[in-house]
């Protein structure tokens, strides 16, 4: 069995990198789900599937267990809240998270 590659393998992370991130940005910076679908480019149905575990739930417990990973994600979302980051910009953290959990945890 060879190798995935690594968009492939972000296939299986991007809902629960959402997931988290949606719910960081409820409950953290107080936004509701029309401005978190607005922010992310997502609907407003997708926010609440993912607020609901109904979306990226099987990868999500593995993600906050890594503190690297999470202290990027709050980053992001800082930013998205602070509206400092939109659209191409968001795709580009998401590649950077991705690329963080290809490598494995640090420490």
């Known amino acids: 069995m060879g190798m995935k590659p690594p968009c492939e393998v972000f296939r299986e992370f991007l809902p629960a990198i959402r997931a988290i991130l949606v719910k960081d940005l409820v409950e953290r910076h107080h936004l509701n789900q029309v401005e978190v679908a607005e922010r992310l480019g997502i609907t407003q149905p997708a926010v609440s599937q993912y607020l609901r575990s109904l979306r990226g739930a099987s990868r999500v417990r593995?993600?906050?267990?890594?503190?690297d990973f999470m202290s990027s994600l709050r980053e992001l979302?800082?930013?998205?809240a602070a509206g400092r980051m939109r659209g191409d910009q968001i795709a580009r953290e998401y590649c950077h998270l991705c690329a963080m959990l290809r490598k494995g945890p640090s420490g």
Do not use: G, M, T
Request: hydrophobic share 50%.
């Open 77 to 80: 979302s800082d930013a998205i």
């Open 62 to 67: 593995a993600l906050l267990k890594r503190s």
